[in-house]
């Protein structure tokens, strides 16, 4: 009886938490992508948006999941960011991408890093602050993408 509790017990925690295997890749080459969305964001006159998370973190997943499902934020991030998703994770700590980021895991994760165009760092979000029950508050996020964009920064449109 306690083994059956406890496989429903799993298993209801299994659906009630995102599961994704490849959003973050502890692979990949973290500062290789880092330094190409800094030269694409200077092509394009835009700011680069980095998370980073891993796929352990079920609120790495929401985070991604809420992005892509909420049209207003996926629109706002795609005309005005550059966005790359940086693992952290114990395969993959990416310790000298997260020192050029300002080690912003120390905020939780995920963590956003916003980066100008010249890929200097100009602002750490700390996205517990951006929670709202079990997911994310559409308003609290939009107020952080535009207020670091580039128009949000006081900086003209580079197109």
Known sequence: ???AFALLMMALYALGTP???NLYDPQADAMAALDQAV???QSQGKHVLVQVGGNWCPWCIRLHDFMEA???VKSYLAEN???V???YS???KNAEVLGRLGNPQRFGFPVLVVLNTEGARIHTQDTGLLESGDGYDAKKVLAVLKGWSRAGCGLAERR
């Open 39 to 41: 030269a694409m964001a």
């Open 1 to 3: 009886m306690m083994r």
């Open 70 to 72: 909420n049209s207003e």
């Open 19 to 21: 599961q994704r295997g």
């Open 81 to 83: 960011y550059v966005v």
């Open 90 to 92: 114990k395969e993959n």
């Open 85 to 87: 998703r940086v693992n």
